[in-house]
T-cell receptor, first 112, second 110 residues
Framework: EAAVTQSPRSKVAVTGGKVTLSCHQT?????MYWYRQDTGHGLRLIHY???????EKGDIPDGYKASRPSQENFSLILELASLSQTAVYFC???????????FGPGTRLTVL | GDQVKQSPSALSLQEGTNSALRCNFS?????VQWFLQNPRGSLMNLFY???GTKENGRLKSTFNSKESYSTLHIRDAQLEDSGTYFCAGENTGGADRLTFGKGTQLIIQP
């Protein structure tokens, strides 16, 4: 059973629209992360959280918000989607900060 | 410049052969993780390393913090080893983050 799941697995959004990506983990991990991956590149950290009801900015937070309503769930919100936000988004969890990270299957987002 | 440089960027191997992938860090790095992204896009954690060596089956990884590099050795390559290998370093300079390299695309030929 996958310990980190993401929904949707793919999405097409219109420029200016609102997009919410969801992540659920059953690892009982405190830390959760959102990354984006662009073609031919590694992952870059957008937001992370170490406890429910608290989120922190990563390296590239502009244009994104995050929400951690419970230990298991972590959402990434694009209030006004833009073309430059077309990418694959990965959620991950870990037991401690930066410790072994376990990734979800990814969400392919296309903004038109 | 890139804080985490991976080499080579792409590699094609015959099944059954051995290879080594390398990751060089330009800033102080305390831990390293190696991941495999398979052709379907899923990311799998291979190793979490403090300075030293770990081995798991046909894979072996070393992290040398003094010389700022890490290697991933693949022995007796199999078709299912194909994919993109990423290393990521936990950097102590500035924000304590995982910084990813751009990956090595590995193709195993039958």
């Amino acid at each position: 059973e996958a310990a980190v799941t993401q929904s949707p697995r793919s999405k097409v959004a219109v420029t200016g629209g609102k997009v919410t990506l969801s992540c659920h983990q059953t690892n009982n991990h405190d830390y959760m992360y959102w990354y984006r991956q662009d073609t031919g590149h590694g992952l870059r950290l957008i937001h992370y959280s170490y406890v429910a009801d608290s989120t922190e900015k990563g390296d590239i937070p502009d244009g994104y918000k995050a929400s951690r309503p419970s230990q298991e769930n972590f959402s990434l919100i694009l209030e006004l989607a833009s073309l430059s936000q077309t990418a694959v988004y990965f959620c991950a969890s870990s037991d401690d900060w930066v410790y072994e990270q376990y990734f979800g299957p990814g969400t392919r987002l296309t903004v038109l | 410049g890139d804080q985490v440089k991976q080499s080579p960027s792409a590699l094609s191997l015959q099944e059954g052969t051995n290879s080594a992938l390398r990751c060089n860090f330009s800033i102080a790095t305390t831990t390293v993780q190696w991941f495999l992204q398979n052709p379907r896009g899923s990311l799998m954690n291979l190793f979490y390393l403090v300075p030293g060596t770990k081995e798991n089956g046909r894979l072996k990884s070393t992290f040398n913090s003094k010389e700022s590099y890490s290697t991933l050795h693949i022995r007796d390559a199999q078709l299912e080893d194909s994919g993109t290998y990423f290393c990521a370093g936990e950097n102590t300079g500035g924000a304590d983050r995982l910084t990813f390299g751009k990956g090595t695309q590995l193709i195993i030929q039958p």
